[in-house]
């Protein structure tokens, strides 16, 4: 018999909590079984926009600005936290407003990739020098991580509303299109398992590599610094594992990506802790979180293990 996470989930529930608990536990792994949890989502998105748009406006505060296209991802990331905020009240706007936001948004951060590569090429002896321009550099990685909460908002525009869970209509369509393998209804019908597990393993990748060379800066001064970059290739390997096998997706991928999101949370901890100490402190907050560790970057691996949390509660695509 395969195993199931949810239905394991479901069963621990009925038997370790009391009834509303366990009820309530049940209906939040329904709505995410079924792909009916686009106004939970839109809100993620909304939240998570704002601290991406944070994260990137103090960092090119730094660089001062020098190219008017560093503003388009503070513009985009404060569009987006409103896009999302509209979805979560209207399935309109999450189909519209936040789909083409969403889309923008992810464009922008490819073509920021794309100047930050440029960036590192610019620097004295260019690529020749790789791990010390990549180091001293711009962020390669970091567009292409502003893209998470863009990359949400595009799944959660093809999602349906938390209502539609019981609705007669819904139903009978998902009676109707159950032979079917096109991918928007594979989104729409929570059916998206493999794909979530791939979009895991690229982020995973991002945001470690991000992780390895902003520790080495400091030369790993503490050992927590190692645990997102040991953590990295395990998640990716679990994240593959997912992707060639139910088993793993529902095993090993949901316990590696707990273990992400809780590193991103105490890296979050140890970042704001890094922040407090140094010279004027919380008196300077301005100035400190400008100049100290990066507060929101730990939360970009946690969004690694989100991503396969939520793929490990997923249902595999119709082949």
């Known amino acids: 018999?395969?195993?199931?996470?949810?239905?394991?989930?479901?069963?621990s529930a009925n038997r370790a909590l009391p009834a509303p608990l366990s009820e309530a536990m049940t209906s939040i792994l329904e709505h995410l079984r079924e792909g009916c949890f686009q106004r939970s989502?839109?809100?993620?998105?909304?939240?998570?926009?704002?601290?991406?748009?944070?994260?990137?406006?103090?960092?090119h505060y730094k660089g001062s600005y020098s190219n008017p296209v560093m503003y388009t991802p503070i513009l985009l990331s404060g569009s987006l936290a409103v896009a999302g905020l509209l979805g979560a009240f209207?399935?309109?706007?999450?189909?519209?407003?936040?789909?083409?936001?969403?889309i923008v948004t992810l464009a922008d951060g490819i073509i920021g990739f794309c100047f930050h590569v440029r960036g590192v090429a610019r620097k004295p002896g260019g690529w020749s020098i790789p791990v010390t321009n990549i180091v001293m550099g711009p962020p390669l990685f970091a567009p292409l991580l502003f893209g998470t909460s863009a990359y949400l908002?595009?799944?959660?525009s093809y999602l349906r509303r938390e209502?539609?869970?019981?609705?007669?209509?819904?139903k009978l369509g998902e009676i109707v299109e159950a032979g079917?393998?096109?991918w928007r209804t594979n989104l729409r019908y929570g059916r998206f398992q493999k794909h979530l597990s791939f979009v895991t393993v690229l982020w995973a990748f991002f945001s470690g590599f991000e992780a390895m060379y902003s520790h080495y800066k400091t030369n790993f001064r503490y050992k927590a610094q190692w645990t997102p970059v040991l953590l990295t290739p395990v998640l990716i390997a679990a994240g593959v594992g997912a992707i060639k096998s139910r088993r793993i997706a529902n095993t090993v991928l949901p316990a590696v990506s707990a273990l992400a999101l809780a590193d991103g949370a105490v890296g979050f901890?140890?970042?704001?802790?890094?922040?407090a100490r140094r010279p004027g402190g919380m008196r300077k907050p301005l100035y400190n979180t400008l100049y100290g560790p990066p507060i929101f970057a730990p939360l970009l691996f946690a969004a690694c293990g989100f991503l396969g949390l939520m793929a490990s509660l997923l249902r595999r695509e119709k082949r």
Not at 153 to 156: E, F, K, S, W
Request: proline letters at 0%.
């Open 1 to 11: 018999m395969t195993f199931v996470l949810t239905t394991e989930l479901e069963r």
């Open 41 to 59: 989502l839109c809100l993620i998105v909304s939240v998570t926009s704002v601290a991406s748009g944070l994260e990137v406006g103090y960092e």
């Open 90 to 102: 209207s399935g309109v706007a999450a189909r519209t407003a936040l789909r083409l936001i969403s």
């Open 153 to 156: 908002g595009l799944m959660a």
């Open 163 to 170: 209502e539609d869970l019981n609705r007669v209509g819904d």
């Open 180 to 182: 079917s393998s096109d």
């Open 269 to 275: 901890y140890y970042h704001a802790r890094g922040i």
